[in-house]
């Protein structure tokens, strides 16, 4: 056995080395064992190594544009004796017989052998005439090259920007059928392909041969058949390459079955293909964005849903609708939790501003000396520690939605301040004298009974009639209790998928509890509840046991089931007790006697209080 690698074409040509020893680095960083110059190879591109067995193994080192045996893409691969590896635009022969390697003088013709198919590397200066014979077609190229810009600069879908490019390009290459391959990357199977045809205008499905397009991308050179080689009835191709800013997005596919290409078709379409391949990857990631953003909008509007199918609910929802397609500011009361920053999105992301900003602050959480800046924003240099200027609150809403919340904790002397620019719709940041316009809608919130602070002398009463020009109360849970299971549910599910977990339903005790709670937290705190036992719980479904102790507190205290439940303890402790005497005191043991998961156990010992029971038994 006489393992060795032969190569073929590119600058080692005529190379034989030997694969006796370690493994093998090829690279163009000149540390590898076989360093190659040429630009389409990475610095650290593959490795040939002996693995158990004898046998060698080729990986590919996440090189940028591939490492190919026999023309297809690989990352690792057990090598057979005649294995054809393609490096960049240098090509290999894997032999391991003993036998003389003069067939190889002759480099091996690729995918493209016997077709008349040549391949031309290209850069910046190709095309370019030698003399004034070729000033003619530099004309002819220049005036469709002004073409070509036109349709870019004035088209902004993807599809259509396509098509166009295919019909200008076959105003001068005698293309009869053409076709523009988008690739994900290398190893996409499935890619995008918009094609023209000569004859109809239409979208005709003619086959590309697929080792032509990726030997074109693997390369970065164009491939094209030359005039007068080749069978006769031979398809005459020209690919070229769309090589980005960032990566290569695929190639121009041309055929013609009467006429072949010439080195003046491939320069024109070379120099399209560098113009187009920018505009294109602009443009498919332009739609990527969109995506997102669609994507991020579609979150942020299941996040505004308001759950529940009570009455007070649906008049909430009726109320919403009317006032999104207004202006007017909007005044949100209610007590803590009931979700007033949801009612204010919900507002926003049914009106007409929903692509605009919604910018929430909490007036009650910004001590009184940066809420100034946070709303109004300052210079530089305003005040110590105002090192750069800063948009506010008010300007970073541009014209979509400003959320005030808690407004009844704003200090006196910004409440005069903040009415001046809602009267005005115009503002100043600290240390400023330009002034800036309010464009957003603005809707406030408050917990506090604001006509009662307004006698105290605590909140401005022309602020009051500035902003409760609409307004609305969001019950509390209390009000609506027949929501509840749907909340509860609602929030069930969203917390098992962020824990991945299972989730199965509310056992009737646990449900029953729910429902008797008198929530002073509102909905808040039934979410909370319901987060507690899905982090806690140990099993598929929502136990009593495993919801927060504040809930059966109040149970315990005084609800119409409290003697239930007490009855329902007290026989839980003595099934316990039991368990625990019959194994000697082990929770562990008591726990496979009971059935139970010894975690389980261990909380119900802590909620029935029986731990000190249990060190009287020991």
């Known amino acids: 056995m006489n393992p060795r690698l032969i190569a073929v074409s590119g600058p080692l040509k005529g190379t034989v080395r030997p694969l006796n020893g370690g493994p093998l680095s090829l690279g163009r960083d000149s540390t590898n064992q076989l360093s190659l110059e040429d630009r389409a190879v990475s610095r650290k591109h593959c490795t040939v190594s002996q693995i158990a067995g004898g046998e060698f193994e080729l990986a590919d080192l996440e090189s940028h544009n591939g490492t190919f045996v026999n023309d297809a893409a690989v990352t690792r691969r057990l090598l057979q004796h005649g294995d054809r590896i393609r490096v960049g635009s240098c090509e290999f022969v894997f032999r391991t017989h003993p036998e003389d390697d003069a067939d190889l003088a002759q480099p091996l013709a690729g995918p493209a052998s016997g077709s008349g198919l040549k ?328 917990n506090k009974n604001l006509e009662q602070a307004i006698k105290a002398g605590e909140f401005r009463q022309d602020l009051y009639y500035r902003l409760n020009v609409v307004s609305v109360a969001s019950p509390p849970l209390r009000e609506h209790r027949e929501d509840i299971p749907l909340l509860a549910l609602h929030f069930a599910n969203k917390y098992a998928a962020k824990c991945k977990r299972g989730f199965k339903g509310i056992a009737g005790e646990a449900r029953a509890l729910l429902m008797q709670y008198s929530w002073p937290g509102n909905v808040r705190e039934l979410e909370n509840a319901i987060e507690h036992a899905l982090v806690l719980g140990l099993t598929d479904e929502i136990l009593l046991e495993d919801l927060p102790g504040s809930l059966l507190e109040e149970q315990a205290a005084g609800l119409s089931s409290a003697r239930y439940h007490n009855a329902l303890d007290q026989t839980k402790r003595q099934v316990v007790l039991a368990a625990l005497e019959e194994a000697q005191g082990s929770p562990s043991e008591a726990a496979r006697l009971l059935g139970l998961h010894p975690k389980y156990l261990h909380r119900l010992i802590r909620n029935l209080n029986l731990k000190s029971q249990l060190h009287g038994q020991g």
């Open 119 to 446: 391949t031309m590397v290209l850069d910046e200066r190709s095309g370019l005439p030698r003399d004034a014979s070729g000033l003619g077609r530099m004309a002819r190229d220049l005036a469709a090259f002004f073409k070509i810009a036109n349709v870019i600069n004035s088209t902004r879908d993807l599809e259509q920007l396509q098509q166009e490019l295919l019909v200008q390009i076959a105003e001068v290459i005698p293309a009869e059928w053409g076709a523009i391959v988008l690739l994900a990357n290398l190893d996409d199977e499935t890619p995008s392909i918009c094609r023209w045809s000569r004859k109809t205008g239409g979208k005709e499905d003619t086959a590309i041969r697929d080792e032509l397009l990726r030997q074109a991308i693997w390369e970065r050179s164009a491939i094209y058949t030359a005039a007068g080689e080749g069978p006769a009835n031979a398809e005459n191709v020209l690919c070229v390459p769309l090589v980005g800013v960032e990566k290569t997005l695929g190639a121009i596919y041309l055929t013609s079955a009467s006429r072949p290409f010439g080195e003046d078709h491939v320069y024109f379409l070379s120099s399209v293909s560098r113009i187009a391949a920018v505009t294109l990857e602009n443009l498919l990631k332009l739609d990527s964005l969109r995506a997102e953003n669609q994507r991020l909008r579609a979150d942020a509007a299941s996040g505004s849903t308001l759950i529940g199918e009570s009455k007070p609910m649906v008049r909430l929802g009726q109320f919403i609708a009317r006032v999104a397609s207004t202006d007017s500011t909007v005044l949100i009361r209610g007590e803590s939790g009931t979700g007033k920053e949801l009612v204010a999105r919900a507002i926003h992301v049914t009106s007409e501003r929903a692509d605009q900003p919604f910018v929430a602050i909490n007036c009650a959480a910004i001590p009184e000396a940066l809420l100034e800046s946070e709303l109004f924003g300052h210079e530089k240099g305003a005040f110590t520690g105002a090192a750069t200027t800063k948009k506010g609150k008010l300007e970073v809403a541009e014209a979509g939605t400003l959320f005030l919340d808690e407004i009844g904790e704003m200090a006196p002397a910004l409440q005069a301040k903040l009415l001046r620019a809602l009267q005005q719709r115009e503002f100043e940041r600290l240390g400023g004298n330009r002034l800036l316009a309010l464009n957003a809608r603005v809707i406030a919130a408050t």
